[in-house]
């Protein structure tokens, strides 16, 4: 997605070869209409697909998801990371290994909020070794609900991530691929948006 692209270009910063920062826009101070083009974006990629539920990580995930969710019409509902003491019958739970911070967290969703009849699409701000979106997916599928697909703002097509993902036959839609970071120079993946 050209729009996503030039934003990452103009103010996107590599740190440690592998990490990139876009705190400017996505994941700390947010651009809203961008948000909204990425949100159009996702819909026009998922339409018709029966989405009435929008599954995220807090923290980043919460902003892209709530615009999304007003696209789509439906609600969007956060996995939250716990500190282990809620963990009851109430909650969904897995665990997920955080990329950036090398933590292992427990994350729930309470049951209340995940169920058998939602269709749902998962988004995130990030798709690296594609941890997070395995934990939501297995939330998903604790829950008897049915995976319409996954949303990414940015893929590092360079992890490993993407690819497991799709070879399970997911519906994997990012909305910018970049396939090499090396030397602080970011390439994305062609795709016409
Ligand atoms: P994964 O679980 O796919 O390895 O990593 C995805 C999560 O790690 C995302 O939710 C995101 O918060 C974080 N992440 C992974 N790579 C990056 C990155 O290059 N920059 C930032 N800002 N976050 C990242």
Redesign the pocket.
Known sequence: MKLLEDKIRTEGVVKNG??????SFL?HQMDAGLFRAMAREWKRRFDGLGVNKILT?EA??IGLACIAAEEFGCRAVFAKKSSGSNMDAEVYSTK?????KGKVFDVIVSKRFLGPEDRVLIL??????????EGLMDLVNQAGATLVGCGIAIE?GF?E?GARIRKKGVKLESLAVIVSMSGGEIVFREDGT
């Open positions: 592998d990490i990139l920062k876009v705190d994941n990580i980043s995930g997920i290994t955080s990329f950036t995130d701000d990030f798709l690296a070794n594609g941890c997070a979106l590092k992890q991530g």
